[in-house]
């Protein structure tokens, strides 16, 4: 996950990465990697206090702040909030984690869902639960308020239920999604109308490439019979 930081005066990208110590071991570090692109050089920043690595989640910069939200953490979802501006000598940087909302009502569980920016709000769509059941649920999360709730459609048809879909702003006021993956069931569908559609196409190049020696057989045994008659006259 990358962002572009322009808020502490240089242009930095900003990767979180997990490491996993071990399969058999349920540890997984944060670890946060930095890239100057004025200087074009890598360092490494560690949170002040320990946060367990995430995945497949989201990144959003709003006011100086990076908003990091999803991952399973059994079974819920957090909320990481990196401050850039606290970063200290020693490579470490402050990492606030929050699991509950203004009224302690803990975050879903999700993963591979969309964050889009709309003034102060974000608006969390699709993704899948600790299940991995895709749901089309649209969430919005106030990042002054830290409230959260959820957003009901009054007009028209929601998106289908989805995962690794884009979901973009266009303004003034509009959310664009687009793709994603909508279940096994669908790429099944999908994968067996592709298999018809390629079992077709070798089916009929065969048979033309059939045709095409057959007629080659056939002209070869008339020139054969054409020489072998003028041979025997």
Same mark, same amino acid.
């Given at each position: 996950?990358? *962002?572009?930081?322009?808020?502490? %005066?240089?242009?930095?990208?900003? &990767?979180?990465?997990?490491?996993?110590?071990?399969?058999?071991?349920?540890?997984? /570090?944060?670890?946060?990697? $930095?890239?100057?692109?004025?200087?074009?050089?890598?360092? /490494?920043?560690?949170?002040?206090?320990?946060?367990? %690595?995430?995945?497949? #989640?989201?990144?959003?910069?709003?006011?100086?702040?990076?908003?990091?939200?999803?991952?399973? #953490?059994?079974?819920?979802?957090?909320?990481?909030? /990196?401050?850039?501006?606290?970063?200290?000598?020693?490579?470490?940087?402050? $990492?606030?984690?929050?699991?509950?909302?203004?009224?302690?009502?803990?975050?879903?569980?999700?993963?591979?869902?969309?964050?889009?920016?709309?003034?102060?709000?974000?608006?969390?769509?699709?993704?899948?639960?600790?299940?991995?059941?895709? *749901?089309?649920?649209?969430?919005?999360?106030?990042?002054?308020? &830290?409230?959260?709730?959820?957003?009901?459609?009054?007009?028209? *048809?929601?998106?289908?239920?989805?995962?690794?879909?884009?979901?973009?702003?266009?303004?003034?006021?509009?959310?664009?999604?687009?793709?994603?993956?909508?279940?096994?069931? #669908?790429?099944?569908?999908?994968?067996? %109308?592709?298999?018809?559609?390629?079992?077709?196409?070798?089916?009929? &190049?065969?048979?033309?490439?059939?045709?095409?020696?057959?007629?080659?057989?056939?002209? *070869?045994?008339?020139?054969?019979? $054409? /020489?072998?008659?003028?041979?025997?006259?």
């Amino acid at each position: 996950m990358l *962002i572009l930081d322009e808020t502490i %005066g240089r242009y930095e990208y900003y &990767f979180l990465l997990i490491v996993f110590i071990s399969n058999s071991l349920p540890v997984k /570090l944060l670890y946060i990697n $930095v890239f100057n692109l004025d200087t074009l050089c890598w360092r /490494l920043l560690k949170p002040t206090q320990y946060v367990e %690595g995430i995945n497949s #989640h989201t990144t959003t910069l709003f006011e100086d702040k990076f908003y990091i939200f999803g991952q399973v #953490h059994d079974p819920n979802s957090a909320l990481l909030i /990196l401050d850039p501006s606290t970063e200290t000598s020693e490579g470490k940087v402050e $990492v606030e984690e929050r699991q509950e909302d203004k009224d302690g009502v803990s975050f879903p569980s999700l993963r591979l869902h969309t964050a889009t920016l709309f003034q102060d709000t974000l608006l969390i769509f699709g993704g899948a639960t600790a299940s991995w059941e895709r *749901i089309n649920t649209l969430s919005s999360l106030n990042l002054k308020t &830290f409230e959260w709730k959820k957003v009901v459609a009054t007009k028209g *048809i929601p998106p289908a239920p989805r995962s690794f879909h884009t979901a973009t702003f266009v303004p003034p006021d509009f959310i664009v999604v687009f793709g994603g993956f909508f279940g096994l069931e #669908h790429w099944q569908e999908r994968f067996t %109308g592709m298999e018809y559609v390629c079992l077709f196409r070798i089916t009929y &190049f065969m048979f033309l490439c059939f045709f095409i020696i057959c007629l080659l057989l056939l002209v *070869i045994c008339y020139i054969f019979s $054409v /020489l072998s008659f003028a041979v025997l006259s």
